[in-house]
């Protein structure tokens, strides 16, 4: 129970923005640059008018509202999925430059008839509702659906209840997160589990969200003398200290930055060291389904595969059979998620991810006194001949290149050795041209020969997802069928 003077716990997204408001209703809360600004009174008012609205349209407890906006769009957004949680009903945000015919088949998935798709919708239903509308969410509620990134199969929806997104939430004042900052600064396409974390960040977290319509390098750049704190995905981590933009600047004031969405190769996590001297570099360990469940890690040349310092309880590796294997062994990767989520209309693949408060990962890794190492995904494992090789090890060795921007790496199928390992790489700007052997040679001193590529291609992007990360199974495709060989 709270002690004296602690706050009671708010159990559901609309009952953690009423509090804002009354603690801090001039407070901004979100700000979209040079597009709109939205505090937590507005926020909780014209909320409470979409949800009023929304229910006397017809929108019934615990219907799915898809939610379809664009970077530019964020405090709409934030009003319309407050506002729908607010009716009772279920927030869906989807990427906002999806084919008509693949977003139909997302609503579909989740059961959504309707759809709010950009600020002239939430504006009419702000003037037709009741700014006093009551709040009709429940903890045990659906609150949420997400999709997840597809880069393994079709994307799955992912239901999680207020219950879950408010889980380990501090309401007291001086407790918030990020307290050292005044505005912390992304870019995440609405849509992304990171947007997500993002939302409840505004929600919660005492500095105010300051987003960009959509990620530049020269446009982000220019915002981050003016925040504390930074969050980025490896891909726009990457742009970013490619781009050039960040010379000159003083950045000395930023404390930390959080990469979230992938893993972040140690080479890019060093130079990002190097460009803000005094930010302590995040990795942020989680996923779709295991949110709020995560590991951070404070970037540690030491330990630089490490994904979290993990508390005891919280993070847990197993065999085939389900038993904790020894410390150090590898096993599958389960967090820790209390009020856990869950697929809609997959009841076998709820029970094999869900289990008793714990959610598979579906990462093989190990523990290792009391750090979390990624060994890679479980599709992602390339079997060669006798050899089961980790691409991220792989990845990470190839960044360390200095002509390297950004790298994948596959296994193509090979008649004899069943697949061979296969090299895509980005390459700097400027940078001399790559071949297979010079790659070979390089990674010849820090690989072992089973894990040199015998494929390489040099492209101009990476196929990557809303979110950044890498669709593999589409980068295969560009691989030539055969034993391979060359560039």
Known sequence: MPGIGEPVPCRTVPGLLAMRRARHPEQVAVEVAGVDTLTFERWDRDSAAVGSALREQGVTRGSAVGLVFSGRDWTSFAVAYCGVQKAGAVAVPLPDQLPPARLAQLLAACAADRVLTGPDQVRELVEAGAPDAADHARPEDVAQILFTSGTSGR??????????????????????????SRQFLHAFPIGTNA???????????????????????????????????????PAMAIELL?????????????QLVGSTAAPLPPAVALRLARAFPNAAIVNHYTSTEAAPAHTNMIFDPDRPDAVGRVAAGSVRVTGADGRPVPDGEPGHVWLRSPHARRYLGDEDATRATFQDGWVRMGDVGRLHEGFL?????????VKSGAYKIST??????????????????VGVPHPVLGARLAAA??????????????VRAFLAERLADHQLPGDLLVLDQLPR???????????VELFPAGPGGGV
């Not at 490619?242 to 930023?254: H, K, P, Q, R, W």
């Not at 060994?375 to 494992?381: F, G, H, Q």
């Not at 790489?425 to 010079?438: N, W």
């Open 155 to 180: 994307p799955k929806p992912v239901a999680a209840s207020h219950a879950n997104l408010t889980d380990g939430v501090s309401t007291h004042p001086r407790r918030q997160a990020l307290a050292h």
């Open 195 to 233: 947007a997500q974390t993002m939302l409840m960040n505004a929600l919660t977290a005492r500095p105010a969200a300051l987003t960009l319509p959509r990620f530049t390098p020269r446009r982000f750049a220019a915002r981050l003398t003016e925040v504390g704190t930074v969050f980025l995905v």
């Open 242 to 254: 490619d781009s050039g933009s960040l010379d000159g600047l003083d950045l000395t004031g930023v």
């Open 373 to 381: 190492y990624l060994t890679d995904r479980d599709s992602d494992i």
């Open 392 to 409: 991220l090890e792989v990845e990470a060795a190839l960044h360390e290149h200095p002509a390297v921007a950004a790298a994948a790496v």
């Open 425 to 438: 790489v980005v390459t700097r700007p400027d940078a001399a041209p790559l071949d297979l052997p010079a």
């Open 465 to 475: 997802n809303d979110a950044g990360k890498v669709l593999k199974r589409q980068l």
